[in-house]
């Protein structure tokens, strides 16, 4: 049983969930990062956006407890964690072209994007096999670039644990994260649900828009969290074509009705936030009562 620990501020969950679809669960433990002092096979550092997070990890890194390090080497900060050598392998992740881990020929396709994960610095596994450069052509179906992050870092773990090329391959593709542009609703047009709680999630959702094909955003939200993205809204409203912004009230969906009848063929309902059980259970039914 290798075991794996998943460490960052934003992202941990859905690594976490990405590796368990892939690997045999007799194979591997996962868990995410509090502030162990548990030696682990393999570190997973996605991110760092918290002055909390970067100490705990910086204070584990320094106790060479993990024998393997897979990072985002596009983040600064956690390229500090690193400013010291280490007795672990660190296997860097990224666009940088630097990096021992890349992705080039990035093609969005419908739900998804293809792109070649590269290894340009061999390293071993843990069984002792040594992976050399190479180029794997891989497809994933989730929208949001921060994806093609994640699954560098998963096929990455994967070829650590000395897994078959095809195998990963499948596995990759077959992965869909519940909550992300996850599409509720597909006729004349679409409902689709994003989950986000902080600020960065939303900004994270509509950079990820720019790669979803609709006409006209009928975009979701609860007020509060209007009210909290006013500024980030007003300045991507022409860019993603948000026709309206809806205050959602889970009871009174009636008052759509001139929305479905304006939203026409390849229209988009987005809702984005923490709500998602509530909202789909009622806005599917009466979605469903329309027709």
């Known amino acids: 049983m290798k075991n794996i620990l998943i460490g960052g501020s934003r992202g941990k969950t859905t690594i976490s969930k990405f590796i368990f679809h892939c690997v045999n669960p007799k194979e591997a433990y996962i868990?995410?990062?509090?502030?162990?002092?548990?030696?682990?096979?393999?570190?997973?550092?996605?991110?760092?956006c918290e002055k909390d997070?970067?100490?705990?990890?910086?204070?584990?890194?320094?106790?060479?407890?993990?024998?393997?390090?897979?990072?985002?080497?596009?983040?600064?900060?956690?390229?500090?964690?690193?400013?010291?050598?280490?007795n672990s392998t660190l296997i860097t992740c990224g666009m940088n072209p630097k990096s021992s881990i890349t992705a080039s020929s990035i093609v969005y396709e419908e739900g998804g994007y293809k792109f070649n994960y590269c290894v340009q610095r061999s390293f071993f596994n843990l069984r002792g096999e040594?992976?050399?450069p190479m180029?794997?052509?891989?497809?994933?179906?989730?929208?949001?670039?921060?994806?093609?992050?994640?699954?560098?870092?998963?096929?990455t773990v994967l070829l650590l644990?000395?897994?078959?090329i095809e195998d990963i391959k499948n596995a990759i593709k077959g992965f869909k994260n519940d909550g992300n542009f996850e599409i509720l609703y597909d006729g004349n047009f679409k409902v689709m649900f994003h989950y986000a709680r902080k600020q960065v999630d939303f900004i994270n959702a509509f950079n990820a828009l720019c790669d979803v094909s609709y006409e006209n955003l009928y975009l979701l939200l609860r007020r509060e969290d209007k009210e909290m993205l006013k500024?980030?809204?007003?300045?991507?409203?022409?860019?993603?074509?948000?026709?309206?912004?809806?205050?959602?009230?889970?009871?009174?969906?009636?008052?759509?009705?001139?929305?479905?009848e304006d939203i026409g063929e390849n229209g988009l309902f987005l809702a984005i936030g923490n709500f998602k059980e509530g909202f789909s259970k009622t806005f599917l039914n009466y979605i469903h009562n329309l027709s």
């Open 231 to 260: 500024s980030v809204l007003e300045s991507n409203k022409d860019l993603l074509n948000i026709k309206e912004i809806i205050d959602i009230d889970e009871n009174n969906f009636y008052s759509y009705d001139r929305y479905i």
């Open 130 to 132: 040594l992976i050399e």
């Open 31 to 48: 868990q995410e990062f509090t502030e162990q002092n548990k030696k682990v096979d393999i570190l997973i550092i996605s991110n760092i």
């Open 161 to 164: 644990l000395g897994y078959e």
């Open 135 to 155: 180029e794997i052509p891989v497809e994933i179906k989730m929208y949001g670039q921060y994806n093609i992050y994640n699954s560098l870092f998963v096929i």
């Open 53 to 86: 997070d970067f100490k705990k990890l910086k204070n584990y890194v320094a106790k060479n407890l993990a024998n393997n390090i897979i990072i985002n080497a596009d983040d600064k900060n956690v390229n500090k964690l690193f400013m010291e050598d280490i």
